[in-house]
C-alpha cells in the first residue's frame, strides 16, 4: 500500500481526525478515569471507521474519476471500471500516474519528431525523384516535338535526336531500377545469392568495363600493392559487382583529370577490408553523414552533369548492410576521399 494510495491517505486522515478529537476531549471534557477512557477509547474507534469509509469512498471515486481518463488514454486499454477500479485502489496511484504521463509525453514527443522527420524526408524524396524525372522527360519532350514539326526529315539532325532520345530514356530506366533496388533492399525482399568469388578479379573486370567512361578524364585506375595470390571473399558477387561499379564510378565523376583511383586490400580477421581512394575534390565534414542519402549530392551546382542517378551510394550504403557490414568515409577537401567497407573472407 503506497503513500498515495486512497486506502493510505483515508487511513491518514482517519487517524489525523481521531488524534484531534481524542486530544480535544481529554483535555476539555473527559476527567481520566477508566471508565471514561474506555467509552473514548470505542468513540474514537467508530469515528476512525465512519471517517476512514467516507473519506476512502470519496477519495477513491474522486481520483478515479479524474485518472480513469488518463490511465485508459496511456495504456490504450478497455478495462470495466469496476475492474480497473480495484486494479488501482491499492497502488501509489497520484505518483504512478505522474511518472507514467512523464514518459508517455516523452514517448510521444520522439514519436511526433519522427513523424516530422518522416514527413521532411518523404517531401524531399519526392522533390528529388520530381527533379531527376523532370530533366530527362523534358529532353524527350523537346527532341521528339522537333522530330514531328519536321526534324524527322532532316537528316542533319534526326539520328543525332533519336539518340540523345534513346539516352533520355536510358536515364529514366536507371532511376527507375535504382529505385526499385533500394526498395527491395530496404524491405528485405531482395534474396542474396551468397558464393566464394575472387574480388581482386572483379575489380580489375570493373576496371576494364569503366574503360570508355572514363577517357575524358583519363584517370589512372589501379590496384595498390596488388596482391600475388586471389583474394576470396564471401558475399553476393552481383550484388558487390554493383557496389564497386557505383563506387569506381563515383570517384571518375568527382575525381579530377588525370587523377588516381586506388583500391586496395587488407585482411582483418575474418573480413576483408577494402579501400577505395581518389585525389579529387573531397567532401566537406559537414555532408559526408548525408552522401549515403537517396538523391543527395554534395554540390547542388554540379546537378546532372555528373551522369549518375543520385542513388548510387544509397545503394552501396543498403547493399552493405544486407551483408552485415559496415562502410565509413573519409574525406578531405581538395586532397580526396576514400570509402572503405568489409566483406566476410572466404572460408575456403
Not at 56 to 80: M, Q, R, S, V
Not at 82 to 99: A, M, R
Not at 228 to 244: N, S, T, W, Y
Not at 310 to 323: F, M, S
Amino acid at each position: 500500500m503506497k503513500t498515495s494510495s486512497p486506502k493510505k491517505m483515508a487511513m491518514i486522515i482517519s487517524l489525523i481526525t481521531i488524534a484531534i478529537s481524542g486530544i480535544g476531549q481529554i483535555i476539555f471534557y473527559y476527567p481520566i478515569e477508566t471508565n471514561h477512557f474506555l467509552k473514548l477509547i470505542f468513540l474514537l474507534m467508530l469515528i476512525f471507521v465512519c471517517i476512514y469509509i467516507i473519506v476512502f469512498y470519496l477519495l477513491n471515486n474522486f481520483i478515479f474519476e479524474k485518472i480513469n481518463p488518463i490511465y485508459k488514454t496511456i495504456h490504450n486499454i478497455n478495462t470495466p471500471e469496476k475492474e480497473l477500479k480495484f486494479k488501482l485502489e491499492d497502488k501509489d496511484i497520484i505518483s504512478e500516474i505522474n511518472t507514467e504521463v512523464k514518459a508517455w509525453a516523452v514517448k510521444k514527443t520522439r514519436e511526433i519528431d519522427s513523424l516530422k522527420e518522416l514527413a521532411n524526408y518523404r517531401k524531399e524524396f519526392l522533390g528529388n525523384v520530381s527533379h531527376e524525372l523532370k530533366t530527362p522527360i523534358f529532353n524527350i519532350q523537346g527532341y521528339i516535338l522537333t522530330l514531328l514539326d519536321g526534324g524527322l526529315y532532316d537528316s542533319t539532325i534526326n539520328r543525332k535526336y533519336l539518340e540523345k532520345t534513346e539516352k533520355s530514356i536510358n536515364r529514366m530506366i536507371s532511376i527507375v531500377r535504382d529505385l526499385e533496388s533500394i526498395t527491395q533492399l530496404e524491405a528485405g525482399v531482395l534474396n542474396l545469392s551468397i558464393s566464394d568469388f575472387d574480388v581482386v578479379k572483379l575489380v580489375e573486370d570493373i576496371f576494364e568495363s569503366q574503360e570508355l567512361k572514363n577517357k575524358d578524364k583519363n584517370i589512372t585506375l589501379t590496384i595498390k600493392n596488388r596482391p600475388e595470390r586471389p583474394i576470396l571473399v564471401h558475399a553476393d558477387k552481383e550484388q558487390i559487382d554493383r557496389l564497386l561499379t557505383n563506387l569506381i564510378i563515383n570517384s571518375i565523376n568527382y575525381g579530377r583529370s588525370e587523377g588516381v583511383t586506388e583500391i586496395s586490400f587488407l585482411e582483418m580477421g575474418d573480413n576483408i577490408l577494402i579501400e577505395i581512394a581518389d585525389d579529387g575534390s573531397g567532401i566537406p565534414k559537414n555532408e559526408i553523414p548525408r552522401i549515403f542519402e537517396r538523391f543527395y549530392r554534395v554540390e547542388k551546382s554540379r546537378t546532372r552533369n555528373s551522369g549518375g542517378t543520385g542513388l548510387g551510394l544509397a545503394i552501396v550504403k543498403h547493399i552493405i548492410e544486407a551483408h552485415n557490414q559496415t562502410i565509413n568515409v573519409r574525406s578531405t577537401i581538395n586532397e580526396g576521399t576514400c570509402f572503405a567497407f568489409t566483406l566476410e573472407k572466404s572460408k575456403k
